[in-house]
C-alpha cells in the first residue's frame, strides 16, 4: 500500500541502499586490483591474525559466491569468498581482517555481539509475524493488528540496530590490526579503509530502510487510532 510516507521516508532510504550497494561493488573491485605490499592472502592474513590473538581453534573456508565473506558463531569457523581467500590486495586483506574482527569478539564476549545473537530467534520471528499482522491492520482497519505488527517488526528494527556497532567495531580491529601487524603499509591504510567504509554503508542503509518503514507503520497506526 504506497503511501506519501513511502515518499518522505521509505524511498530515500531505499536510494541510499542501492546506492550503498552499488559502492560496496565498486570500491571493491577497484581495489582488489591494488596489492598489498606484504604480498600475502587474504587466508594467511586471516590466519596469522587469528593465530596472534590464540585463535588456533578457527578454521579458515572457502565460502562460495562473491563477497560472501562472513564468520559464524555457531561452529566458529570463519568463511571468505574465492577472491578474498587467495586474494592478494588491500581489498582482500581489508574484507578478511573485518572477519577475524568479529572472530575477536566472539572470543572476547563483545556485549553487542551477544546481544545481536541473543536477538536472532526473536527478530526472526519479529519479521515472519510482522508483515502479516500488518497487512490484517490495512486490510481490516484494525489498529489493533497494526499495533502488534509493529510491535513484531521493532524485533527485527532492534536487530539491525545492534547490527552497527558490531560491524564498525570490527572494521576498528581490522584496521589497527592490519597496520600493527605489517599485512599493510601505513600508506596503504587509507585504500582499505574505503572499502571497509563502503561495506559499512550497507548497513547503514539497510537500518535506515527499517526504521523508515518502521516510522511509517507508527504513522500509519496512529493516524488509524485517531480516526476511531
Given at each position: 500500500?504506497?503511501?506519501?510516507?513511502?515518499?518522505?521516508?521509505?524511498?530515500?532510504?531505499?536510494?541510499?541502499?542501492?546506492?550503498?550497494?552499488?559502492?560496496?561493488?565498486?570500491?571493491?573491485?577497484?581495489?582488489?586490483?591494488?596489492?598489498?605490499?606484504?604480498?600475502?592472502?587474504?587466508?594467511?592474513?586471516?590466519?596469522?591474525?587469528?593465530?596472534?590473538?590464540?585463535?588456533?581453534?578457527?578454521?579458515?573456508?572457502?565460502?562460495?559466491?562473491?563477497?560472501?565473506?562472513?564468520?559464524?558463531?555457531?561452529?566458529?569457523?570463519?568463511?571468505?569468498?574465492?577472491?578474498?581467500?587467495?586474494?592478494?590486495?588491500?581489498?582482500?586483506?581489508?574484507?578478511?581482517?573485518?572477519?577475524?574482527?568479529?572472530?575477536?569478539?566472539?572470543?572476547?564476549?563483545?556485549?553487542?555481539?551477544?546481544?545481536?545473537?541473543?536477538?536472532?530467534?526473536?527478530?526472526?520471528?519479529?519479521?515472519?509475524?510482522?508483515?502479516p499482522l500488518i497487512l490484517l491492520?490495512?486490510?481490516?482497519?484494525?489498529?489493533?493488528?497494526?499495533?502488534?505488527?509493529?510491535?513484531?517488526?521493532?524485533?527485527?528494527?532492534?536487530?539491525?540496530?545492534?547490527?552497527?556497532?558490531?560491524?564498525?567495531?570490527?572494521?576498528?580491529r581490522a584496521m589497527t590490526l592490519?597496520?600493527?601487524?605489517?599485512?599493510?603499509?601505513?600508506?596503504?591504510?587509507?585504500?582499505?579503509?574505503?572499502?571497509?567504509?563502503?561495506?559499512?554503508?550497507?548497513?547503514?542503509?539497510?537500518?535506515?530502510?527499517?526504521?523508515?518503514?518502521?516510522?511509517?507503520?507508527?504513522?500509519?497506526?496512529?493516524?488509524?487510532?485517531?480516526?476511531?
Open positions: 500500500m504506497f503511501s506519501i510516507y513511502d515518499l518522505i521516508l521509505v524511498l530515500p532510504a531505499m536510494l541510499l541502499a542501492i546506492y550503498a550497494q552499488f559502492k560496496v561493488k565498486s570500491s571493491f573491485s577497484k581495489y582488489s586490483r591494488v596489492p598489498a605490499a606484504s604480498g600475502t592472502t587474504g587466508a594467511q592474513v586471516a590466519r596469522g591474525l587469528l593465530d596472534s590473538k590464540g585463535l588456533h581453534h578457527v578454521p579458515i573456508e572457502i565460502s562460495p559466491g562473491t563477497l560472501s565473506d562472513h564468520y559464524d558463531p555457531r561452529g566458529r569457523v570463519l568463511r571468505l569468498s574465492p577472491e578474498v581467500y587467495n586474494g592478494y590486495s588491500v581489498a582482500a586483506l581489508g574484507v578478511a581482517a573485518h572477519e577475524v574482527g568479529h572472530a575477536i569478539q566472539h572470543d572476547e564476549q563483545y556485549v553487542p555481539l551477544d546481544v545481536r545473537h541473543k536477538l536472532v530467534p526473536v527478530a526472526s520471528i519479529g519479521s515472519m509475524a510482522a508483515f491492520g490495512f486490510f481490516l482497519s484494525s489498529p489493533n493488528f497494526l499495533f502488534y505488527g509493529i510491535i513484531a517488526f521493532s524485533l527485527a528494527v532492534a536487530f539491525q540496530l545492534i547490527t552497527l556497532p558490531v560491524e564498525f567495531n570490527a572494521s576498528r592490519l597496520v600493527d601487524k605489517g599485512y599493510i603499509a601505513p600508506q596503504e591504510a587509507g585504500a582499505t579503509k574505503k572499502v571497509l567504509n563502503a561495506a559499512a554503508l550497507t548497513y547503514v542503509a539497510a537500518t535506515l530502510v527499517a526504521v523508515a518503514e518502521l516510522l511509517k507503520y507508527i504513522f500509519i497506526f496512529m493516524g488509524q487510532s485517531s480516526d476511531d
